[in-house]
């Protein structure tokens, strides 16, 4: 029988270490929790991108903490309801993205192919480093390489807005 893990998103940490609780999604809660990142995407598409860029090493230094925060709760290193690292991580890959409905999905699916794939370097981070740190780092390195490939694929012409 499976361990349950006592969460309790009334403590902020957790509330947002959670994904505002997204990341208790009775399966596949990472697919759910990168939704989270869309209220903040959507607020912030319209500031400029270097406005973009410090909103996204805010949420990301501050999803360090609340992700080691409730790690140490449950007392389990990068649980999979802990997802504020794939709100950060999709908010990376919208970064400076013209907003549209296919522009949000190729991103999402980008994300979730590199944060899932873990290839080369992410690989690296997802199991070399630890804390809150650990938990973070894998999917900043995902959203950037998502990232990368929707500009890309703007820039080409392959995604419009």
Same mark, same amino acid.
């Given at each position: 029988?499976?361990?349950?893990?006592?969460?309790?998103?009334?403590?902020?940490?957790?509330?947002?270490?959670?994904?505002?609780?997204?990341?208790?999604?009775?399966?596949?809660?990472?697919?759910?929790?990168?939704?989270?990142?869309?209220?903040?995407?959507?607020?912030?598409?319209?500031?400029?991108?270097?406005?973009?860029?410090?909103?996204?090493?805010?949420?990301?230094?501050?999803?360090?903490?609340?992700?080691?925060?409730?790690?140490?709760?449950?007392?389990?290193?990068?649980?999979?309801?802990?997802?504020? !690292?794939?709100? =950060? #991580?999709?908010?990376?890959?919208?970064?400076?993205? *013209? @907003?549209?409905?296919?522009?949000? $999905? +190729?991103?999402?699916?980008?994300?979730?192919?590199?944060?899932?794939?873990?290839?080369?370097?992410?690989?690296?981070?997802?199991?070399?480093?630890?804390?809150?740190?650990?938990?973070?780092?894998? !999917?900043?390195? =995902? #959203?950037?390489?998502?990232?990368?490939?929707?500009? *890309? @694929?703007?820039?080409?012409?392959? $995604? +419009?807005?």
């Amino acid at each position: 029988m499976a361990k349950q893990y006592k969460f309790d998103i009334r403590k902020p940490h957790q509330f947002f270490g959670l994904g505002f609780g997204l990341g208790l999604a009775p399966f596949a809660p990472g697919t759910f929790g990168t939704l989270g990142a869309l209220p903040l995407i959507f607020i912030t598409a319209s500031y400029p991108l270097w406005l973009q860029c410090v909103f996204a090493v805010v949420i990301s230094v501050f999803g360090i903490w609340v992700c080691g925060q409730t790690a140490k709760d449950v007392q389990v290193h990068d649980h999979p309801a802990i997802v504020w !690292d794939e709100v =950060a #991580g999709f908010y990376i890959t919208m970064i400076g993205a *013209a @907003l549209s409905w296919k522009a949000l $999905l +190729v991103g999402f699916l980008l994300f979730r192919f590199f944060d899932i794939a873990k290839p080369g370097p992410i690989r690296m981070l997802d199991k070399k480093l630890h804390g809150g740190f650990g938990i973070m780092a894998d !999917d900043i390195l =995902a #959203g950037i390489f998502s990232l990368i490939c929707v500009q *890309a @694929l703007f820039k080409t012409g392959f $995604l +419009v807005a």
